[in-house]
């Protein structure tokens, strides 16, 4: 059995209850998606090998019970969404506070592809360690940098090599939120200057903040996660991006619920947008 290796509390601990959520879903006979390693990553963090620790934790409330049913459709949408930006061309992939994320491992890539993964460092120290208990072995390219996305990180990007010329599909899943406004304008505005003609980006759709549902019967464990909250941009992100030369698509409640076959709930239905860096001329 894994020695017990425990994150630092805070945002980096939620990575802990987005595996606990992913192992729950990857139990189901309908799984919208297989996570091998979520459980690994939660038994590391707990040091439990009940089956209780996989289940999903946060609907004890049923604001909690929404974020969890997010948490699931929006790991299989970005899921979808990078297989066909790497389809279509970007072999370059870069997962912004990329946490407990196992898709460079999991995910079925085309021929060439490279994934970055950024985090903080004692987030990238805990993954590598159980990664490398459970033995696994990537199906792409991948490069795992230590990083304060606060900080000088894409120069960091580009000594791993990064090229900021070649196209590339970006993901921020679950990030923002955690940021002030300006951080998350600096944020995209630096992903913006990296991006190539041609370049994708999938985010949440932003359009309504969701501390409000911390109210709604919310438990002790769920009011502590919007705590961390900050609001993020303070507008719609498909906006800030149609501003900055960002062609975007959002994919909402309905679409969701008819190509994934679950409830989106009423309590978190923005959905997610994809966007495609615009070309010369």
Not at 214 to 226: K, V, W
Not at 238 to 246: E, F, G, I, N
Not at 266 to 281: I, K, N, W, Y
Request: proline share 5%; charged share 25%; net charge negative.
């Amino acid at each position: 059995m894994a020695e017990q290796q425990l994150l630092p509390d805070g945002v980096q601990r939620t990575a802990v209850g987005v595996a606990r959520v992913r192992a729950a879903e990857s139990r189901r006979e309908d799984r919208l998606f297989e996570d091998p390693y979520a459980k690994a990553f939660v038994r590391a963090a707990t040091g439990s090998r009940s089956q209780a620790e996989y289940a999903a934790p946060m609907e004890r409330s049923a604001a909690g019970a929404a974020l969890a049913a997010r948490i699931v459709l929006r790991t299989r949408f970005f899921d979808d969404y990078l297989l066909q930006a790497t389809a279509a061309g970007c072999r370059q992939v870069v997962l912004l506070a990329a946490g407990l994320d196992s898709r460079a491992f999991r995910l079925a890539w085309p021929e060439g592809t490279r994934v970055f993964e950024l985090d903080l460092p004692p987030v990238i120290a805990f993954k590598e360690r159980v990664l490398r208990e459970e033995g696994a072995v990537p199906a792409c390219e991948r490069s795992v940098l230590a990083a304060d996305l606060r900080e000088d990180w894409p120069q960091a990007l580009k000594n791993a090599g990064f090229d900021p010329t070649a196209r590339t599909a970006w993901l921020i899943e679950g990030l923002l939120v955690y940021l002030e406004a300006e951080q998350a304008d600096t944020m995209l505005s630096t992903v913006t200057e990296l991006s190539a003609a041609g370049s994708r980006l999938s985010l949440s759709e932003g359009r309504t903040s969701p501390r409000p549902i911390s109210d709604h019967g919310a438990d002790e464990r769920f009011r502590a996660l919007t705590d961390l909250w900050k609001g993020g941009l303070g507008e719609p992100a498909a906006d800030w991006l149609a501003r900055h030369d960002w062609q975007v698509t959002v994919h909402g409640k309905d679409e969701l619920e008819q190509a994934y076959g679950r409830p989106v709930p009423d309590t978190l239905s923005e959905g997610f947008l994809v966007a495609e860096r615009g070309r010369p001329g």
